[in-house]
């Protein structure tokens, strides 16, 4: 993959990319269909949908977007509107899939939605108790409950041949996370979890000749995170000296921040390794699998935030 994608790489092969409304999500998405894969592009903001389950952000990227950027790339983009919280719509989502394709050959849970209940820098380190339990364990809901339902009804569809694979999205690898508080108890469980999430579920599905591999990128530069230094993903770099009137100045990391398609090069990459079986129950950075790989970012690069083994701010 290094020096550009292998247009064919995933050509054939059928991905589904639950929270590939924005960020990471439509990032992974994007790199998929770079190797030509069918992508089904699930989250809650739809264009054409309801609009009564559309994403607690309220922003405007919807599920369309990134499946009509999966085309433009190469591959195939199909919107499907789903709510990852509600059991019902994930079967029917599975339903569907069974239907229409009739197996999985990946399925990535991208799914968070809890960026702003999390809270501002300021906020951090509050106490447990100190804490409102209702977003708390929203938080909870949002980043593992979402993850449990849709890996209970999509799995089946992996499982019945030899080859899936399995990508859990999180914050920091299960070894950076060990000995470091991340912003809040609820927060800090929530990602520690989705790592021991990829841990068992390997372990589940090892005997079935899939894969599972949990994997964070670094300082993403997401929509969201864009939209904080007042850029966009073409002049990033004028939120270093702070010149964007009106916004705050970018910490020195953010040298080191990545476009959402990195970690998608990375797990598009993973994707079609034949022997993918040797990450499984691994927990690996976006900049581990670029080196592992040779991908590189959209401007050519191979950032690695992680490096320094400090903190960083992520939204997704």
Known sequence: ???????????????????????AGRGIAAALGELGATVVCTGRTSRAGDPAIRSDYQRNETIEETAELVTELGGIGVPVQVDHLDSKQVARLAQRLRADYGHIDVLVNDIWGAEVLKGPPPTWNTPIWRHDPDTGLRI??????????????????????????LVEITDGTAEFNADRYRISVYYDLAKVAVNRLAFSQGHELEPHGATAVAVTPGWLRSEMMLDNF?????????????SIEGYPQAPEGFTESESPRYVGRGIAALAADPNRARWNQKSVTAAELAREYGCTDIDGTQPDAWAAQETRPRTD
Do not use: Q
């Open 1 to 23: 993959m290094a020096g550009s994608p292998d247009r064919n790489g995933l050509r054939g092969r059928v991905a589904v990319v639950a929270g590939a409304t924005r960020g």
């Open 140 to 165: 909870l809901r949002l980043a593992i409950d979402t993850h449990l339902i849709t890996s209970h009804h999509l799995l089946p569809l992996l499982v019945d041949r030899p080859g899936g694979l």
């Open 230 to 242: 007042g850029v966009t993903e073409g002049n990033w770099r004028a939120a270093l000296d702070g």
